[in-house]
């Protein structure tokens, strides 16, 4: 039975996609829910999965086109037997035979050749391994990996001359180089990358974003944390972090201050009567921001497990679209990487966003002496449009407050 794999239906706020990764080649057997193929959103990446054991046999759609929403793109046959050699010698761009190109009288893969171009090399330089002398993307590989035959020093050279170009790995996360080389990596923005910089320089330039800042003394909460993780652990599963504390005062002091809370659409302020709280998550793809729904109904153990769930996803790609919509607030903590100051750009259409950043013991004075304290600076970005200076300094101070004197989230002052 032959199935069209199809891109998964986009919700309406999403026009389309991009093929990001195929994990099989035409002609490979696949299991029931194995993944075949990453579709990359503005928002989150998707992942394809078989709906029955098969065979994968054609890819209609390479990597890196543009699909729309429940497009086709390859053919499954469900229950076919994998060939002993796959269909193709490429996966995605050299699914067809007839997307082949030449260069002179070498036929070159679409992938070999965009790799080929990317780093310079020839055609004529490279040993061809594929069907019919073809160059595949593998002999490129193969071609940058093969070490580099020196140039012959000039006579009357006034230096040495620079390296020898060296292979450079590219990923989603980093460029990694050999050291002493001066050379240069080209790599396209992907999707998610792409919009959240779109994001960040619309927010700058529609808001009128203004900073406050203030300070913690966290040894009240690290005092806490350490007389009840053990029991807090065993009770609920899950250990009690600084996120949740913050989590829940922001939630107080989003009640008390409802313009931090609200968003901006066009002319009109909408005020929201709920608090979903987002909270930033870095990946080896970008930023995103998960929500937290309704947190004035959580407890701090749902908190933390929440949060955990969503990083463990995030950093592999298996937030739904649905997880990342909406949200009145959102927190970052810059603190995880050693920041200790910085200012949060706003997460449009909400008013403001609260950085966190690293506990610094520093000398601080308490009934006129110095004592060393555990503290943390706080940062509150805003659209002045919507929030006054006034609000948004109460609002840190009510944060503040309710940290360094924890009771007060039970007692609800």
Do not use: C
């Not at 195929?22 to 299991?31: H, N, V």
């Not at 007839?98 to 171009?117: C, F, L």
């Not at 792409?194 to 009240?220: D, G, H, W």
């Amino acid at each position: 039975m032959t199935i069209e794999i199809k891109t998964p239906t986009f919700p309406e706020s999403v026009a389309d996609g991009t093929v990001a990764t195929w994990y099989k080649k035409p002609g490979e057997a696949i299991s029931r829910d194995e993944l075949i193929v990453d579709i990359e959103t503005d928002k989150v990446v998707l992942e394809v999965v078989a709906s029955a054991d098969g065979v994968l046999k054609e890819i209609l759609k390479g990597e890196g086109e543009v699909v729309l929403s429940a497009e086709v793109l390859g053919i499954f046959e469900e229950g076919g037997v994998a060939s002993a050699t796959p269909a193709s010698e490429e996966t995605a761009d050299d699914a067809e035979e007839e997307s082949v190109v030449s260069e002179g009288d070498i036929i070159m893969s679409p992938a070999a050749r965009k790799m080929a171009k990317e780093n310079g090399i020839s055609a004529s330089d490279v040993t061809a391994t594929g069907k019919d002398g073809r160059v595949t993307k593998e002999d490129i590989l193969n071609h940058l990996k093969a070490p580099k035959e020196a140039a012959p020093a000039p006579v009357a050279a006034a230096k040495a001359p620079e390296a020898a170009a060296k292979p450079v790995t590219a990923n989603a996360g980093a460029i990694n180089f050999d050291a002493g080389d001066r050379i240069e990596k080209r790599v396209p923005m992907t999707r998610l990358r792409a919009t959240i910089a779109k994001r960040l320089v619309s927010a700058q330039q529609n808001a009128a974003m203004l900073t406050t800042y203030n300070e913690v003394n966290m040894k009240p909460i690290m005092e806490l944390r350490k007389k009840y993780q053990d029991r807090f652990v065993k009770a609920h599963g899950v250990k009690l972090g600084f996120m949740s504390f913050f989590v829940k005062a922001a939630t107080e002091a989003l009640k008390k201050f409802p313009a931090v809370n609200a968003s901006i659409d066009g002319s009109d302020m909408i005020y929201h009567g709920y608090q979903d709280i987002g909270v930033a998550v870095s990946t080896e793809r970008g930023l995103v921001v998960p929500i937290l729904r309704d947190t004035d109904n959580m407890g701090l153990a749902e908190v933390e497990s929440t949060i955990g769930d969503f990083g463990a996803r995030a950093r592999d790609g298996k937030l739904g679209i649905d997880e990342m919509q909406g949200g009145t607030f959102t927190i970052s903590n810059g603190g995880t990487f050693g920041s200790l100051l910085s200012t949060p750009i706003l997460n449009p259409p909400q008013t403001a966003i609260m950085g966190m950043h690293k506990i610094q013991d520093r000398p601080m004075a308490v009934d006129g002496e110095v004592v060393i304290l555990p503290m943390m600076y706080l940062a509150l970005s805003y659209d002045h449009r919507m929030i006054d200076g006034k609000e948004a300094v109460q609002f840190l101070v009510a944060i503040k407050d309710m940290l360094e004197d924890p009771a007060r989230l039970l007692l609800d002052i």
